[in-house]
């Protein structure tokens, strides 16, 4: 079954850095989504990659898809604090694409210092 | 994109008893999904609800413990059963949309915590 890996686990920045979230899978993947989620809410819908080598952004996050479709990177430029959250990425669970059942990573804590 | 709308978002309940979970999407879609997400955990795929048909449950899900019903192609409903401690979780809707049918959105979650 596939399996996502995101790393850092969690993460602590001065306001104004750049990060990066990274997420890894052992199978290809056929549909990477990435989420925010604040405390105890709902999730956010960020970005959805498909193509191998695939970028897309939106305002200061950018997420890319590796050429092997077994990588995804979250950056975010220039932080700031309504960018703390978890971030978690999700993927199609069947080699089939457009199965839309997703697995998910462990998530990411991001926490902006000021 | 869609809007999902659950209730309730935070519930305490008491062991034993059962509470059932709405969700609301502002347009037709085809498949809904429901996830759960355990404190400090991931989420994971409870079951998969499509409209005039049975739901089908992930593996470790079962109906007896979380019946859900989709009356229509707008409105879905969880029911948590005989709740235990264990049940405390975040629980989730999700739908399909967008062009191409490919975009996965989340409701604002159920927060049920079992005293």
């Known amino acids: 079954s596939q399996e996502l890996e995101q790393s850092p686990q969690s993460l602590i920045v001065q306001e104004g850095k750049n990060l990066t979230i990274n997420c890894t899978s052992s199978?290809?993947?056929?549909?990477l989504y990435w989420y925010k989620q604040k405390y105890g809410e709902g999730l956010i819908f960020l970005m959805m990659?498909?193509?191998?080598?695939e970028e897309k952004s939106h305002e200061k996050i950018t997420a890319k898809l590796d050429e092997k479709k077994q990588q995804s990177s979250l950056h975010i430029t220039a932080s700031q604090p309504s960018h703390a959250g978890i971030y978690l990425c999700?993927?199609?669970?069947?080699?089939?694409?457009?199965?839309?059942?997703?697995?998910f990573g462990q998530g990411t804590r991001l926490t902006i210092n000021p | 994109s869609a809007v999902i709308s659950q209730k309730p978002s935070r519930d305490i309940c008491q062991r034993g008893t059962s509470l059932t979970i709405q969700c609301q999407v502002d347009?037709?879609?085809?498949?809904m999904f429901w996830y759960r997400q355990q404190p400090g955990q991931s989420l994971t795929l409870i079951a998969t609800?499509?409209?005039?048909?049975?739901?089908?449950?992930e593996s470790g899900f079962v109906i007896d413990k979380f019946p859900i019903s989709r009356p229509n192609l707008t409105f879905s409903t969880l029911t948590v059963s005989n709740m235990s401690p264990e049940d405390s979780s975040i629980y989730l809707c999700?739908?399909?949309?967008?062009?191409?049918?490919?975009?996965?959105?989340f409701g604002e979650g159920s927060w049920l915590t079992v005293v």
């Open positions: 609800a499509n409209q005039g048909s049975e739901a089908t449950y």
């Open positions: 999700g993927a199609d669970s069947a080699a089939i694409q457009g199965a839309q059942k997703l697995v």
């Open positions: 999700s739908v399909i949309q967008g062009a191409g049918g490919n975009t996965i959105y």
């Open positions: 347009s037709q879609v085809t498949m």
């Open positions: 199978k290809t993947l056929y549909g």
């Open positions: 990659l498909q193509k191998g080598g």
